[in-house]
């Protein structure tokens, strides 16, 4: 069995100013040196212009920090969007791609996101994949098949690596259970999660290998018994991580 270090990362969305963000990520950094053991990757992903001062705040601590979303290409007109590389030489090791807000808000396609994770391994970061059914897909049954289909076009030309270069992680994130305080059910992830794993290796990656997220409406109270199960390696966690005693729980709720 392949060790899986476990991952629990932060996504502060739209979200807070200079001073605050630097401040939350100085306390966390801070929790992550004083603990006698990290059981986990801790990273934050700040809102773009923060990522510079955040980093810097951090350098030197075990605390990770990531970008929300990147763009594929390289270079170019591409007013408003951020580079791979920009993030990369801003401090950035992991990039969130395919967020259900950003493919609701800005139309993203599975193709997209599979470009966006190619240009995060390129700029040597690891792309955090999300992805995750819709409320009526659910209650049509549709869940697995849909969620089966993200990630084989999303994961698209990301798992035909050597084993030395950079993995992609995987986030499940029903979109219904984002922001809406129902988390779904320690059976409902488990099961989704077992398929995700299978899903991974017929698509020929490392799947033993791959880190398989749980994300929406985690919070200090469902974190340890959702984090216990086995094929869940780790949470995106959104509004509970804007808070730093209640990210804290969550990355301690670890056992
Ligand atoms: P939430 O968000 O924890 O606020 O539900 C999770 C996410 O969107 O990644």
């Known amino acids: 069995m392949v060790e899986r270090r476990r991952l629990v990362a932060g996504n502060w969305k739209m979200n807070g100013r200079k001073a605050g963000g630097v401040a939350l990520a100085r306390d966390l950094a801070e929790r992550c040196t004083s603990a006698e053991a990290l059981p986990a990757e801790v990273v934050v992903c700040p809102p773009a212009t923060l990522i510079w001062p955040v980093a810097e705040a951090v350098a030197g601590s075990p605390l990770l920090v990531g970008g929300q979303d990147c763009h594929a290409a390289e270079t170019g007109a591409f007013t408003g969007s951020v580079a791979a590389a920009m993030l990369a030489e801003a401090g950035c090791q992991y990039v969130i791609v395919g967020h259900s807000e950003r493919r609701r808000d800005h139309g993203e396609t599975n193709a997209d996101v599979a470009a966006k994770g190619r240009a995060a391994v390129a700029a040597g970061m690891a792309p955090i994949v999300c992805i995750g059914e819709s409320a009526d897909e659910r209650d049509r049954g549709e869940a697995v098949a849909v969620v089966c289909a993200q990630l084989t076009a999303s994961l698209d030309g990301l798992l035909d690596r050597k ?57 200090a109270g469902n974190a340890a018994e959702i984090l216990a199960l086995s094929d869940v390696d780790g949470a995106l966690v959104g509004g509970a991580s804007l808070k730093s005693g209640d990210f804290w729980c969550i990355v301690t709720a670890i056992s």
């Open 163 to 219: 084993p030395t270069s950079i993995r992609p992680v995987v986030a499940y994130e029903p979109i219904w259970a984002i922001g809406t305080g129902r988390s779904a059910t320690p059976g409902e992830i488990a099961e989704m999660h077992a398929r995700i794993r299978a899903h991974l290796a017929v698509l020929g990656g490392d799947a033993q290998a791959m880190r398989i997220l749980y994300g929406g409406s985690v919070n």
